[in-house]
C-alpha cells in the first residue's frame, strides 16, 4: 500500500503492519482503560497465543486459530461474569489461567514429540515474514475500530461514565460491549505475529496513558492516541530495522520512554504556587 513512499518491501510491509496495528489497538485501548477492564489485554493476548499453538499442533494456519480463540473466549468473557456471578476482573483472570494452561500444554507436548516449535516469534512478534493478506486485514480491523467508535460514540460515552446509567436512559450496554470485546478479539489476534503475545499490552494500554496526561474530553484522546501509538509504532519499525534491532520490543521500550516523559511533562501534574 505505502510502496510508493517505501521502495523497501521489507520495511514497507513492517510499517504498514506496526501502523495498523497501533491505530486498532490505540482507539480500543482508551475504551479499555476508561471503563478500567485492562485485564482484558492480558487474557485476549493469551487467548489468541493458546490458539496459536493449538494452530501449529494441528497445522492450521496459525493466524486463523488465533482469531478464533480470541472470538471464543470474548463470547465467554460476558456470559461467564453474568452467569457465575463474578465480576469481569474475575472473568478475566479465569480465562488468562486456562488460556495460558492450554498454550503451555501443547508447547510442551511438541517440544516432547521432537516438532521443535519455537514460540520467540509469537511472545516478541516478528515484522520481517509478514503476507499481503495480513497486513490487509489489520488495516481491515484498524478501519472498523474507527467506525466502532464513531458510529457508537454517544453509547461509548454512556457506558464509560456509568454503565447502569447508561442502561437506565435505553442504551443497550450489553450489545455494544460484546461487540467490543469481539473487536478486541480480533484486533489482538492479527496483531499477535507482530507485536507478541506478551507486549501487546503495552499497545493496548500505554498510547491511552500518554494521551490521558494531556487531554481533558474522551474526543480528543480517541484522536491523540492512535496519532502517538502510530508515530511511535513506525519509529520502532525504521530504527529496529535500520539498526538490526527486535522491533516490537524497541518499539515497547519507546513507549515507556515516551510515557514517562509525558506524565513529567503534562500540564495536569504541574503544581501552581499561590502568594498568601
Known amino acids: 500500500m505505502l510502496e510508493f513512499i517505501i521502495p523497501n518491501t521489507v520495511l514497507c510491509h513492517a510499517v504498514e503492519a506496526m501502523l495498523f496495528a497501533s491505530v486498532a489497538c490505540a482507539i480500543l485501548g482508551v475504551i479499555i482503560t476508561q471503563i478500567q477492564i485492562s485485564a482484558i489485554g492480558f487474557t485476549m493476548a493469551h487467548a489468541a497465543f493458546a490458539g496459536a499453538a493449538v494452530g501449529l499442533f494441528f497445522s492450521i494456519n496459525f493466524t486463523l486459530s488465533a482469531v478464533l480463540a480470541g472470538v471464543f473466549v470474548a463470547m465467554l468473557i460476558g456470559p461467564l461474569s453474568d452467569r457465575a456471578r463474578v465480576t469481569p476482573d ?25 516438532r521443535g516449535f519455537s514460540a520467540m516469534g509469537l511472545l516478541f512478534g516478528d515484522v520481517i515474514s509478514l503476507y499481503n493478506y495480513e497486513i490487509w486485514m489489520l488495516a481491515g480491523i484498524s478501519v472498523v475500530a474507527i467506525v466502532f467508535v464513531v458510529l457508537l460514540y454517544k453509547e461509548i460515552t454512556g457506558i464509560i461514565f456509568n454503565r447502569r446509567i447508561a442502561e437506565s436512559i435505553g442504551i443497550r450496554v450489553k450489545p455494544v460491549y460484546y461487540a467490543m470485546l469481539f473487536i478486541i478479539a480480533f484486533t489482538v489476534a492479527l496483531a499477535l505475529p507482530i507485536i507478541g503475545g506478551l507486549l501487546i499490552y503495552v499497545w493496548l494500554v500505554t498510547p491511552a496513558a500518554i494521551a490521558l496526561q494531556f487531554c481533558y474530553r474522551l474526543s480528543a484522546m480517541f484522536v491523540m492516541a492512535p496519532v502517538v501509538a502510530a508515530a511511535i509504532s513506525v519509529s520502532g519499525a525504521v530504527a529496529g530495522l535500520e539498526y538490526s534491532f527486535p522491533v516490537a520490543p524497541l518499539t515497547a521500550v519507546i513507549f515507556s520512554v ?19
Open 90 to 114: 474475575t472473568a478475566l483472570g479465569l480465562l488468562f489461567g486456562i488460556s495460558m494452561a492450554v498454550a503451555i500444554f501443547f508447547i510442551a507436548y511438541m517440544q516432547t514429540l521432537g
Open 258 to 276: 515516551v510515557f514517562i516523559a509525558s506524565v513529567l511533562l503534562s500540564p495536569k501534574r504541574r503544581i501552581t504556587f499561590r502568594k498568601s
